[in-house]
């Protein structure tokens, strides 16, 4: 069989969470199955690091698609001739974005529906094209995945969607995320908090990330605290945040906070595993891999109690209010006052970690792609 796979999300150094996803997947799937015919689309030039076999067949479609109109342009008219010109079995995207206009099995993952219930926290154009269109590809696709009951919940409720179309399938964690030893510790702490220890928030900077009120939170903790700590903030921005910039100029702490920007992953998983927690306190997600990681990285978590996290986290983080930055705050206390408590996330979050895999999603997805094609 031939299987389209979009992969434009694939890009070198800028992974992000759909990025992730894509990438776990895409080369798990394709290593275990290569009796079949993978064909990857790329909407500018790839980086051979995401072939994943020899055998991978390329296409580049242009144009580079990261506007709303280029969206529409390659997805409901490029992806179809390009399915029609290879002849396609399948067509499968890892979101949220997908063409209307298949008359083959696809599917689509639609990790959650923020842009729904917050459209003030995007760009207008963006907000305007996933509302517009995220419903018509729920119902055109033969499929829709998922990666939390929340979100499969959510989108029943919120779209429509007849829930028996709708799969839920777990995110994993890459296995690099492990504990550290003590030297590795020290030295990570010196190259970027000059020693001290450190809470880290890691996600790309949108508004749902709630870091507002988390350097809210980390005012408040620092001036009720007498041991010194630093908040160490690891992501790219998307868009302008004038509320961020105005939050973190208001802090007289604001010299202990560090905007690192994005890593590479090596160095991502140095940075986790050598925190004192971290601090995932976002108002909407759909399921949170940063949690998973810090579970297998040994480190506690303090994360929010709302949407999927709950789902994710069960007992092993510390569980705040995100609206509250005073609750957040309260969590960074109940953390570094008693080391019990510290041990105690630690453990909870190892068995919590041993859940969720990407070998497991991998293996899911596949059977499910197959239940499609026969």
């Not at 868009?239 to 090596?266: C, I, P, T, Y």
Request: hydrophobic share 45%.
């Amino acid at each position: 069989m031939k299987l389209l796979l979009d992969a434009r999300l694939l890009l070198p150094g800028k992974l992000d969470g759909i990025g992730w996803y894509t990438f776990e997947l895409y080369r798990r799937i394709i290593a275990a199955h290569p009796e079949h015919e993978f064909h990857l689309v790329f909407d500018r030039k790839p980086d051979s690091q995401f072939f994943f076999s020899d055998k991978t067949v390329i296409h580049v479609v242009g144009p580079p698609a990261r506007h709303p109109w280029l969206f529409y342009l390659w997805y409901e008219w490029q992806i179809p001739r390009l399915v029609k010109r290879i002849s396609a079995d399948f067509f499968f995207s890892p979101g949220p974005l997908t063409s209307t206009r298949l008359r083959i099995p696809n599917a689509v993952t639609l990790h959650d529906l923020n842009f729904v219930h917050f459209p003030q926290d995007l760009p207008s154009s963006i907000s305007y094209y996933l509302n517009k269109w995220t419903p018509r590809f729920a119902h055109a696709a033969t499929r829709v995945y998922t990666v939390s009951q929340f979100s499969k919940d959510d989108m029943v409720q919120t779209l429509g969607i007849d829930p028996s179309r709708v799969e839920v399938i777990h995110n994993g964690a890459s296995a690099v995320f492990k504990p550290a030893e003590a030297e590795d510790i020290r030295n990570i702490r010196d190259k970027y908090t000059q020693g001290i220890p450190y809470f880290v928030f890691v996600s790309s900077i949108h508004p749902r990330k709630n870091l507002v009120r988390l350097l809210q939170a980390f005012e408040q903790f620092r001036h009720e605290c007498e041991q010194p700590y630093r908040l160490l903030v690891v992501g790219e921005r998307f868009w302008q945040n004038s509320a961020l910039d105005s939050a973190w100029r208001e802090m007289k702490h604001r010299e202990d906070v560090l905007f690192a920007g994005a890593m590479e992953q090596q160095e991502l998983v140095r940075v986790i595993s050598a925190a004192t927690a971290l601090t995932y306190v976002s108002y909407f997600e759909g399921f949170g891999i940063p949690l998973i990681e810090a579970f297998q990285a040994g480190v506690p978590v303090i994360a929010a109690k709302a949407t999927a996290l709950p789902e994710v986290g069960g007992d092993a983080p510390i569980w705040v209010n995100p609206m509250s930055s005073s609750d957040i705050a309260r969590g960074m206390h109940e953390l570094v006052r008693d080391p019990k408590v510290a041990e105690a996330c630690v453990q909870r979050g190892f068995e919590r970690a041993a859940m969720f895999s990407w070998d497991n999603a991998a293996e899911n997805m596949w059977d499910s792609w197959m239940k499609l094609l026969t």
